[in-house]
Nanobody, 120 residues
Framework: QVQLIESGGGLVQAGGSLRLSCVASGRTFSSYNMGWFRQAPGKEREFVAG????????YYADSVKGRFTISRDNAKNTVYLQMNSLKAEDTAVYYCAAGRSTNLYTMDYWGKGTLVTVSS
């Protein structure tokens, strides 16, 4: 069982930056692929970014490529999402997820989410 707790959400103006953090419980964090997903009001949840268990490979949705950076610190059981040049359309609840599938869209554990609001 892995528990995930996100933090770092908030209100920011368009063009600004935020860094989300997700701390995982358990001793096996380093064996999990990690991802960030988001769900905007009235929309389905979508993939934002993912990182392999080793941290060697990262993946991004086209909508955030070049603006967002995912990283992880296995010693701290933490995954980060640095979000720059934020746009109003980035407004959503952001969820951290962990999984062992090679498919980063298939995750086993989810956090409760943190709200990011970007004002235009």
């Amino acid at each position: 069982q892995v528990q995930l707790i996100e933090s770092g959400g908030g209100l920011v103006q368009a063009g600004g930056s935020l860094r989300l953090s997700c701390v995982a419980s358990g001793r096996t964090f380093s064996s999990y692929n990690m991802g960030w997903f988001r769900q905007a009001p009235g929309k389905e949840r979508e993939f934002v970014a993912g990182i392999r268990w080793s941290g060697g490979s990262t993946y991004y949705a086209d909508s955030v490529k070049g603006r967002f950076t995912i990283s992880r610190d296995n010693a701290k059981n933490t995954v980060y999402l640095q979000m720059n040049s934020l746009k109003a359309e980035d407004t959503a609840v952001y969820y951290c997820a962990a999984g062992r599938s090679t498919n980063l869209y298939t995750m086993d554990y989810w956090g409760k989410g943190t709200l990011v609001t970007v004002s235009s």
